[in-house]
């Protein structure tokens, strides 16, 4: 059969004749004329072919074709009402979810567990999704909309809003019985000399950035994303590295914490593209975030 369109207001029709086995009657509770429910199930019949109306009977009553259009009423009115419920719940932040984009350790382990625990609390329907991604490949999934916002180093991309700014630094990090270990201060000069453990996190491209700064570049030896990772290699000996003091686990290890000369300061903040939000939950998260400094 070709395809056919079913007016909603037709099945509804002949749903209310299966309970009420009038079609005067259900054209009252529909506000409209007897004459226009019986014309328009007539056309629905020759457009389906079929009859839908047992004419011969009183009460009148529905062929075992017009029940089925009577239940797709069912189920349209159903749906409908599902949906209506699902946007309520939307607008009223009680559900949905959101992607966020994360820029690695400093993040993950110091930032949100404090942010996602309170905006849980203030709504609790609402899921948050982390996707890890490095500095460069963030923006990019941020503005290809594979995430509805983002905390990440600050850029100057005049494409997205800011809020909530933080600021942390670089620091050195060397084993206990490194020549370097009793130094406080360290400079790019003096870390180029050693096997080098790069990021690949989130501060992986300013860590480069304080190296070329000074026209010396690092013996990179290892190049790894796990701080846990970099900082086994550093206290078995195998090379030294440079991560975000925030990243940095709360337990001491066998390694010694250093100070950056020059110092290598960053921001970072929650960021997402200018205009409307993709969902009632996005624009919920990112309120939150605007209202609440990150600590």
């Known amino acids: 059969m070709a395809s056919v369109d079913i007016p909603l207001s037709v099945a509804r029709a002949l749903a209310l004749v299966r309970s009420l086995g009038s079609v005067s009657e259900a054209a009252r509770i529909l506000g409209v004329s007897q004459p226009a429910v019986s014309k328009g199930i007539a056309q629905l019949e020759h457009n389906l072919g079929t009859q839908l109306l047992r004419r011969g009977n009183r009460p009148l009553g529905l062929t075992e074709e017009g029940v089925a259009v009577a239940d797709y009423a069912h189920r349209a009115d159903l749906l409908h009402d599902q949906l209506l419920a699902r946007l309520e719940d939307a607008r009223s932040n009680r559900t949905g979810t959101v992607r966020l984009g994360s820029f690695g350790s400093s993040a993950s382990f110091q930032i949100l567990p404090r942010t996602l625990s309170d905006f849980a609390r203030a709504c609790p329907?609402?899921?948050?999704?982390?996707?890890e991604f490095p500095d460069e490949e963030l923006?990019?999934?941020l503005e290809d909309g594979i995430v509805d916002l983002a905390i990440m180093s600050l850029t100057d991309a005049e494409t997205l809003?800011?809020?909530s700014v933080a600021s942390d630094r670089l620091v050195g990090l060397v084993s206990d019985?490194?020549?370097l270990a009793g130094r406080e201060r360290v400079t790019p000069e003096e870390m180029a000399g050693y096997p080098f453990i790069l990021t690949k996190?989130?501060?992986g491209p300013l860590v480069e950035r304080w190296f070329a700064a000074a026209d010396v570049s690092p013996k990179v030896t290892h190049t790894i994303l796990q701080?846990?990772?970099i900082l086994a290699l550093v206290e078995a000996g195998l090379g030294i590295s440079i991560i975000a003091e925030m990243a940095l686990p709360k337990s001491?290890?066998?390694y010694r914490v250093l100070n950056l000369s020059p110092e290598a300061p960053r921001s970072f903040g929650f960021v997402r593209r200018q205009g409307t939000a993709r969902s009632y939950a996005a624009e919920q998260f990112w309120r939150f975030c605007c209202r609440h400094p990150i600590d």
């Open 139 to 141: 923006e990019e999934a």
């Open 227 to 229: 701080v846990n990772s």
């Open 252 to 254: 001491e290890g066998r």
């Open 161 to 163: 809003e800011i809020a």
């Open 177 to 179: 019985g490194h020549p």
């Open 125 to 131: 329907g609402i899921r948050v999704e982390i996707l």
């Open 201 to 203: 996190g989130g501060s």
